[in-house]
């Protein structure tokens, strides 16, 4: 919002929302860790959190509340629902659910 302020045209406006993306995807790839296993690995959902959060704080910032707003509840919802459809689906496979999440 500040760069709208300022007076920065659009297409230098994708420029700022080009650096938050490529400025947030490096500090959320710094939150996956690979294992020694091939299915060891832990993080993914907690970049892919921090990477919507940026969005939707982007989307706030340019001045799209509605936006931001519907993607915050979408993403609550969604993110609720993850576990317990992880829950259902490894009932069935008999595996204990991973909890290392």
Known sequence: MVSQQMGVEAPDMSRVV???VAGVGFLGAGTILKGSGEEKVHGL???AGIWL???IG???GLCLETTAGLSAVLAFALLGALPLLQ???TRGTGAPPD???
């Open 18 to 20: 080009q650096g938050i």
């Open 45 to 47: 959902t907690t970049a």
């Open 53 to 55: 959060t940026a969005a």
């Open 58 to 60: 982007t989307a706030a």
């Open 87 to 89: 829950r259902v689906l």
């Open 99 to 101: 909890r290392s999440q």
